[in-house]
């Protein structure tokens, strides 16, 4: 039996704000429970729902050395669909509204997380084969495992594993404070450890020190090793190649599933989509205020509003996109200047545009069902979950070919009959307009070659089935 631990910031469903939250909380449940003995730990943040705070129980609590401060670590515990949850208590680190906020409080805050998640591990007496941790917050892990952790036997042997969700996010700030908070030694911070550009970099710290690094996506992959979507570590990216891999994300397909969903007005599958997916549009039409018609092309949005996402490409012309026979359902919180665009277009385009700002998981099951196609332009994609998702629902993904968009979205061919989606090359406004435009052509003339790209997009499999498979070959390799 192979044990390992999940260490992230976030997951679901106990707190989420993006797709980290969605693969941390679903993934742990695809492994062979024979072989593999998988648990997760994470902060309990003040924040999260009271109802989850509730069932979490009390294990242990003990004093911890963080640099020259002793902070108190709680631990708690919670088993959640076959899965072993822990939680690390903090009041000072892991209070406020959101799980994270200003950088130089999260600095301390993930040093304090980090170190945390491997000194719980011989109070609570599980002693994992296997670390792997998930993103910047988490990028301390394997610096501190081979640092102050590896002379006694307990920790000897624990290899650890980085995945970059996101190679943008990577915990930047100065050495001095960082060492004062850390209580690393100077030694770790030159450029061939975890400082970058004359700061520390937690992220760095991770890919330097971590036994094996994965991100989300093969074309990811191969995509950081430049210096567009390198992020400054590109060179770090090609040094580490070896020890790099790309799984492609799955989601979780029985939350995810139109058959079953609780919080569509009209389940569907791959059979009878024909009939009764339009219900669900019809619906969503009328509870958004928006011209009711079951005959209109809805196109969906469900995002983070953030430059990531391509909502540049999307302001340049949404008005040109407006004149079209469509209707835009977007649903997003994030950068206030994109807020406020779309509810600049929902007010100037009554009945056509509707701009929900704010977090809701019913609100985006509905759009994934109702929609005809969704949109995703995105600069750039580690992997994207929202695609998957509409895949899953038979609503044809639009997207730029980029990362896990290029891995998991087939382009139409109307020549052969082929693909699941429509997708662009260049990062380029009029590029994406041309490909809606081409689609909007498809579903308004060519309905049974909709319908077609639909049973092709619903017949895809992106469960976890095959890449859980992926990661257990990497945990046998690494720990065999
Ligand atoms: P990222 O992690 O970069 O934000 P992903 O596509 O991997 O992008 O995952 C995004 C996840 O967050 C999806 O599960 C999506 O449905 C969800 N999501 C994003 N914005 C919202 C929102 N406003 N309300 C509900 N769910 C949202
Ligand atoms: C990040 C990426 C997204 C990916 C998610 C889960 O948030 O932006 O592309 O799907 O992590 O891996």
């Known amino acids: 039996m192979k044990k390992v631990l999940f260490v992230a910031s976030e997951v679901v469903p106990f707190i989420k704000t993006g797709g980290?939250?969605?693969?941390?909380?679903?993934?742990?449940?695809?492994?062979?429970?024979?072989?593999?003995?998988?648990?997760?730990?994470?902060?309990?943040?003040?924040?999260m729902a009271q109802k989850w705070k509730d069932q979490m129980q009390y294990l242990t609590h003990f004093y911890m050395e963080l640099?020259?401060?002793?902070?108190?670590?709680?631990?708690?515990?919670?088993?959640?669909?076959?899965?072993?949850?822990?939680?690390?208590?903090?009041?000072?680190?892991?209070?406020?509204?959101?799980?994270?906020?200003?950088i130089y409080e999260?600095?301390?805050?993930?040093?304090?997380?980090?170190?945390?998640?491997?000194?719980?591990?011989?109070?609570?007496?599980?002693?994992?084969?296997?670390?792997?941790?998930?993103?910047?917050?988490?990028?301390?892990?394997?610096?501190?495992?081979?640092?102050?952790?590896?002379?006694?036997?307990?920790?000897?042997?624990?290899?650890?594993?980085?995945?970059?969700?996101?190679?943008?996010?990577?915990?930047?700030?100065?050495?001095?404070?960082?060492?004062?908070?850390?209580?690393?030694?100077?030694?770790?911070?030159?450029?061939?450890?975890?400082?970058?550009?004359?700061?520390?970099?937690?992220l760095k710290g991770g890919i330097v020190y971590a036994d094996a690094i994965t991100t989300v996506s093969m074309t990811y992959a191969e995509e950081i090793k430049t210096p567009f979507y390198g992020e400054h570590l590109d060179?770090?990216?090609?040094?580490?190649?070896?020890?790099?891999?790309?799984?492609?994300?799955?989601?979780?397909?029985?939350?995810?599933?139109?058959?079953?969903?609780?919080?569509i007005k009209k389940n569907y599958n791959a059979v009878n989509f024909r009939k009764e997916k339009v219900k669900n549009k019809v619906a969503l039409q009328e509870e958004l205020g928006l011209t009711v018609d079951p005959k209109k092309m809805m196109i969906g949005v469900v995002s983070r509003l953030t430059d990531q996402k391509g909502f540049d490409l999307i302001e340049y012309v949404m008005d040109e996109l407006c004149q079209d026979d469509i209707q835009l359902v977007v649903l997003g919180t994030g950068e206030e200047r994109y807020e406020n665009m779309f509810r600049h277009f929902a007010w100037k385009y009554q009945g056509k545009v509707?701009?929900?700002?704010?977090?809701?998981?019913?609100?985006?099951?509905?759009i994934y069902a109702s929609c005809d196609a969704f949109?995703?332009?995105?600069?750039?994609?580690?992997?994207?979950?929202?695609?998957?998702m509409s895949l899953r629902y038979g609503t044809l993904p639009i997207v730029r070919e980029t990362g896990g968009l290029k891995d998991t979205v087939e382009p139409y061919n109307e020549?052969?009959?082929?693909?699941?989606?429509?997708?662009f090359c260049n990062y380029n406004a009029h590029e994406m307009l041309n490909t809606i435009r081409y689609a909007e052509r498809i579903y308004y003339d060519k309905k049974r070659e909709w319908n077609k790209l639909i049973d092709r997009a619903m017949a895809q499999d992106f469960s976890w089935s095959n890449s859980a498979k992926k990661y257990e070959e990497l945990y046998n390799w690494l720990a065999g």
């Not at 742990?28 to 648990?39: A, N, S």
């Not at 997380?113 to 917050?137: E, K, M, N, T």
């Not at 000897?156 to 996101?166: G, L, P, Q, V």
């Open 354 to 366: 509707s701009a929900n700002i704010f977090y809701s998981e019913a609100m985006s099951h509905k």
């Open 235 to 263: 060179g770090l990216m090609q040094a580490r190649s070896n020890a790099l891999r790309g799984i492609v994300n799955g989601i979780d397909y029985k939350e995810y599933d139109p058959e079953t969903d609780p919080f």
């Open 106 to 202: 999260d600095i301390e805050k993930f040093a304090f997380f980090s170190r945390a998640a491997l000194s719980a591990l011989p109070v609570i007496g599980f002693q994992p084969d296997i670390i792997h941790c998930h993103d910047w917050q988490t990028g301390l892990v394997p610096v501190y495992l081979k640092d102050s952790f590896h002379g006694g036997e307990f920790f000897a042997n624990m290899k650890s594993i980085m995945t970059i969700h996101n190679l943008k996010f990577q915990g930047i700030w100065d050495k001095k404070t960082v060492m004062n908070i850390t209580g690393l030694s100077p030694y770790y911070f030159a450029p061939d450890k975890l400082e970058a550009y004359g700061d520390a970099n937690y």
């Open 20 to 47: 980290l939250a969605d693969v941390v909380g679903s993934l742990p449940k695809y492994f062979d429970k024979e072989q593999f003995d998988v648990r997760v730990i994470a902060p309990k943040y003040m924040c």
């Open 375 to 388: 949109l995703m332009p995105s600069l750039f994609e580690p992997c994207g979950l929202s695609q998957l």
């Open 415 to 423: 020549f052969e009959s082929t693909g699941t989606g429509f997708s």
């Open 67 to 102: 640099g020259w401060r002793t902070q108190y670590v709680g631990i708690l515990q919670m088993e959640y669909e076959g899965v072993q949850f822990y939680f690390v208590d903090n009041e000072f680190y892991f209070a406020g509204s959101k799980p994270y906020g200003n």
